[in-house]
């Protein structure tokens, strides 16, 4: 089994800057898309929404409210992936979550969840 951990939340004040961890672990050959996910408290899993994707080439993709602030990375010899969040406003605050793709059998692709880290923006 995958495991994703992730690290890197916690309490910063508005304007301030956090870096969000996501490692990879376990039988792994190859990731295809990795993402981060935030959810509003007392949705399900499915709500959650996209605040960047970055793909096995590099590709990038952003919600419009992050983009210019937040900036994410991948290393795929180290299957560990990086949100680099500045100037950070309250309306961020929410639980983190990655997600990492990898591919299986006859084309098969199965998602990958980690725990999720609180980020609490203060004003």
């Known amino acids: 089994q995958v495991q994703l951990v992730e690290s890197g939340g916690g309490l910063v004040q508005a304007g301030g800057s956090l870096r969000l961890s996501c490692v990879a672990s376990?039988?792994?050959?190859?990731?295809?898309?990795m993402g981060w996910y935030r959810q509003a408290a007392g949705k399900q899993r499915e709500q959650r929404a996209l605040?960047?994707?970055?793909?096995?080439?590099?590709?990038?993709n952003y919600a419009d409210s992050v983009k210019g602030r937040f900036t994410i990375s991948r290393d795929n010899a180290k299957n560990t992936m990086w949100l680099q969040m500045n100037g950070l406003k309250p309306e961020d605050t929410d639980v983190y979550y990655c997600?990492?793709?990898?591919?299986?059998?006859?084309?098969?692709?199965?998602?990958?969840w980690g725990q999720g880290t609180q980020v609490t923006v203060s004003s």
């Open positions: 997600k990492a793709t990898l591919p299986s059998a006859w084309s098969y692709a199965y998602d990958f």
């Open positions: 376990g039988s792994i050959f190859s990731i295809n898309d």
């Open positions: 605040v960047a994707s970055i793909t096995s080439g590099g590709s990038t």
